[in-house]
Structures are given as structure tokens and as C-alpha cells.
């Protein structure tokens, strides 16, 4: 067991039951017990052992000398102007700061499905030079209980205007798989049963292609989706958006991927940024169809948006619809992504911890 210790206390979100079952059982107390807290923690989903009712006075005494339920708090919040975003940055308990967003997307049916897109790192090694989280560098992993405290508190954020969370999506800051463990981690407390009960079809990881974490994935047996960000399909031009793919050229990848989806059966998502000029071109879209070709796929495309340091545009409407009907012929399924939350940064790889530690 990998507890993580923190000032002499263990952080109790980053336990799954089975652990926290454990460290009860080490302190001699039953399952039962386990059981209570554990719905305390994600059911009632309380923050404070002296607010839980029916929890034995011995037990709080040791819960609250050696454990701690670690709180993200809100160094700065924003909403988008459309009132469908909202963007906190939350402090972690060294200072650094990290952004988590609320989204609220309609269903085809018009019914709201909030999003969390969630953090797995504090700054981003990959570097991928148009987003904003890779032009800050990184800082460090985030622990499973760190993950697990901003979808806990986008679902306090969502009880106040009386709704529930459906969808998480790993695409906030950070590559998830260069934080395996503690991303798999974070997602069997989330999708634990007995807690916050988040389907595992309605969480997305979003890689930008480590091999070596998808080769994982592929002997993993959690049935979540993965998204694996491509952004070109020739790997001059890949390696000239993402330096990390120099490590692993698109041959190799591929390989993976068809991997994943032999042994897991499953579609794999495929996200492409779309920027003017550089890989919207009718020849992308060809070389995509063709690299994509005969494989369970989809393509999200998502329209550049605006970082500090880097000064490509956004493809144009025409770029777009024209790039959309060559993949359609190519077979290839594809979504223009929603934009949501441009007006706050809170876009696809905008977050950026404005005042993060140095
Ligand atoms: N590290 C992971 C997940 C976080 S980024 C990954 O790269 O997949 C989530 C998505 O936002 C990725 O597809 C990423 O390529 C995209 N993205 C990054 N910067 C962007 C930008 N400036 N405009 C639009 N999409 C961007
Ligand atoms: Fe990291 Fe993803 Fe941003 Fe690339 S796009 S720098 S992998 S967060």
C-alpha cells in the first residue's frame, strides 16, 4: 500500500476503499467502520471528521491526529461571459496552484452534462509549443488525493445550483500518463461504486502520445476512453508542434494504438488543434485519413486557441468544414469540439497557473 504522507498525517482521498479499509483495520477498527467513512467521504461527501454524526469518538480522535481530508483552496475564480464555464485555480497544500474547470455542455437531447476537466500535473514536461500549460514547464505530479479534491469540489460547486456531475475529463494540466499511477489511482476512487460512482464510459484520459503509458492501457482493464492528441500526421510536422514526439515518431505510436484497440476493443478519440496554415492543409487531412485508416477512430478537431507565446491563428471556417469533408471521405467520423470558456482562458490548453510558485 502507498500511503502518502503529509505533515505526519495521511491524506485520506488518496486511499481507494480497499486502503482505507486496510488503515482502519491496522487501527483495529472493522469494515463496517471503513464503510461508514468511506461514505462519508464521497456520498455526503462532508469535509470535517467533527461533522460526521455517527462516527465513534474513538475513531475521530485518531482520525483527527492522524489523518486529514486535504482541501484545494480557491486562489481565484472566473466565469465565462456565457455563464456555461467557470475556471478556479486551487492551491495546493506547497503553494502551487493548478486550474480546474467546470463545463456545462448540452446533450443532444438538451439536457446539461457537467464537466469536470480536470489536472493531473502542476505545469506540463511535453512542451507542446501552442499550449499554455507547456510553455510554463513543469513542476511536479499531483498525488491521487490532489485529483481527487477538484472533482470533489466542482461537485460542491454543482450541489449549490442543485446538479450533479456526469463527465470527467483528464485534459486539464498536465500529461496523465507521465503520471500513470497516480492517475489510475485517482480514477478508481472516483468510479468507486460505494462513492462518487462516476461511470468510467463518461471519463476521458487524454494523452499526447507516451507510448509506453498506452502499452499500459491496453493490458488495463478500466473502461474508460482515451483521447491521443495527434496534431499532424507526418512526423516533421508533429515533432515540430510537440518536441516529445521526437521520443516517440508516429510509427511507433500508431503501433500502440492499434494495440489498444485490438485487446480493448474500443475506439480510440484522436485530437487534432487546428491552427492556420500549418496542419490544416487538404494534405493533413489525406495524410490523417490514411494513417487513421481501417481503425475504430474518431477525430476531434478543435480550433487553436489564443496562448501568450505562440502566435498562430485559429483555422479558418472554410479550413475547417474543407479538412471535415476530406476525413468523411477517408471514411474517418469527425467533431468539430465545442468552444467553450475562451473569454477566461479556460479553453483547450489555456490554463496556465497565472501566479504559480517559481
Ligand atoms: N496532456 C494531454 C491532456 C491535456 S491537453 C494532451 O495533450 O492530450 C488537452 C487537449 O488540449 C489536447 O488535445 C491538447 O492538444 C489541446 N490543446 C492544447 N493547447 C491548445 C490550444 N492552444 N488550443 C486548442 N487546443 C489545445
Ligand atoms: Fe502537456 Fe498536453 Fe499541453 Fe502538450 S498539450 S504541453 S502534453 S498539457
Redesign the pocket.
Known amino acids: 500500500m502507498t500511503l502518502r504522507e503529509q505533515s505526519d498525517t495521511i491524506n485520506l482521498y488518496d486511499l481507494t476503499q480497499e486502503q482505507l479499509t486496510a488503515l482502519l483495520a491496522d487501527w483495529g477498527y472493522s469494515g463496517y467502520y471503513a464503510a461508514q467513512l468511506w461514505s462519508y467521504l464521497y456520498r455526503e461527501r462532508l469535509t470535517d471528521f467533527a461533522a460526521m454524526p455517527a462516527l465513534r469518538e474513538d475513531l475521530r480522535q485518531i482520525l483527527t491526529t492522524r489523518a486529514s481530508l486535504q482541501q484545494l483552496s480557491i486562489a481565484a475564480a472566473t466565469d465565462s461571459s456565457d455563464g456555461y464555464t467557470h475556471k478556479v485555480l486551487l492551491r495546493l497544500a506547497d503553494g502551487q496552484t493548478i486550474e480546474t474547470v467546470l463545463m456545462n455542455f448540452e446533450g443532444r437531447d438538451g439536457t446539461p452534462r457537467a464537466t469536470a476537466c480536470v489536472s493531473t500535473q502542476a505545469g506540463?514536461a511535453?512542451g507542446?509549443i501552442?499550449?499554455?500549460?507547456g510553455q510554463m514547464g513543469f513542476f511536479r505530479h499531483l498525488t491521487p488525493g490532489e485529483i481527487v479534491a477538484q472533482v470533489l469540489h466542482v461537485q460542491h460547486m454543482l450541489a449549490a445550483q442543485d446538479d450533479t456531475l456526469r463527465n470527467i475529463v483528464?485534459?486539464?494540466m498536465?500529461?496523465?500518463l507521465h503520471n500513470y499511477d497516480n492517475t489510475m489511482q485517482a480514477i478508481d476512487i472516483l468510479t468507486d461504486h460505494k462513492g462518487l460512482t462516476i461511470a468510467p464510459k463518461h471519463i476521458t484520459v487524454?494523452?499526447?502520445g507516451v507510448v509506453p503509458g498506452i502499452r499500459r492501457l491496453a493490458a488495463d482493464k478500466r473502461p474508460f476512453r482515451l483521447?491521443v492528441?495527434l496534431?499532424a500526421a507526418t512526423d516533421a510536422e508533429r515533432q515540430a508542434l510537440i518536441p516529445i514526439a521526437k521520443r516517440w515518431p508516429l510509427a511507433e505510436l500508431m503501433d500502440a494504438c492499434q494495440e489498444y484497440t485490438a485487446r480493448r476493443k474500443r475506439r480510440i478519440f484522436f485530437?487534432w488543434?487546428l491552427i492556420a496554415g500549418q496542419n490544416d492543409t487538404p494534405e493533413q487531412a489525406h495524410a490523417l485519413g490514411q494513417l487513421l485508416q481501417g481503425m475504430d477512430a474518431h477525430v476531434n478537431l478543435?480550433?487553436?486557441?489564443?496562448?501568450l507565446e505562440?502566435d498562430g491563428e485559429p483555422a479558418r471556417e472554410t479550413a475547417v468544414q474543407q479538412f471535415q469533408a476530406i476525413l468523411a471521405n477517408h471514411n474517418l467520423p469527425s467533431t468539430v469540439r465545442q468552444r467553450r470558456g475562451i473569454d477566461i482562458a479556460a479553453?483547450?490548453?489555456?490554463l496556465r497557473a497565472a501566479n504559480s510558485k517559481e
Open positions: 506540463c511535453m507542446c501552442f499550449c499554455a500549460t483528464f485534459m486539464g498536465g500529461e496523465p487524454s494523452t499526447v483521447a492528441s496534431h485530437e488543434t478543435i480550433p487553436l486557441n489564443p496562448t505562440f479553453g483547450c490548453g489555456q
